[in-house]
């Protein structure tokens, strides 16, 4: 049973940093794209950034292009998403996901195969 679990949210000011971590386990994590996703109340879960299996490829939505950097570190089975100059739309439940089938990243949620429960990012104006 894959299992992710994400950590790292919590509630900051803008222009504040965080970094969120989401660690596998139950599989061979370097096996796995690996993505991270955002949702607020009443709307679907919105792509913000992905990574290749071997780490050397990377997507972001354009409103994390410059200040959200994702990455991973295949010998702790974990991803990283580095967030600095939050902003209040930031707001969010960030889950990570991790796609078993993707070529070299996957933009859509319908492409991952798990997710982890979510972590909280508030980002206070």
């Known amino acids: 049973q894959v299992q992710l679990v994400e950590s790292g949210g919590a509630l900051v000011q803008a222009g504040a940093s965080l970094r969120l971590s989401c660690t596998v386990s139950g599989d061979t994590f370097a096996h796995y794209v690996m993505g991270w996703f955002r949702q607020t109340p009443g709307n679907e879960r919105e792509f913000v950034a992905a990574?290749?299996?071997?780490?050397?490829?990377?997507q972001y939505v354009d409103s994390a292009k410059g200040r959200f950097i994702i990455s991973r570190e295949n010998a702790k089975n974990t991803v990283y998403l580095q967030m600095n100059a939050l902003k209040a739309e930031d707001t969010a439940v960030y889950y990570c996901?991790?796609?078993?089938?993707?070529?070299?990243?996957?933009?859509?949620?319908?492409?991952?195969?798990?997710w982890g429960q979510g972590t909280q990012v508030t980002v206070s104006s």
């Open positions: 996901g991790a796609s078993r089938y993707a070529k070299f990243w996957a933009l859509f949620a319908n492409e991952y195969n798990y």
């Open positions: 990574i290749s299996r071997s780490g050397d490829n990377t």
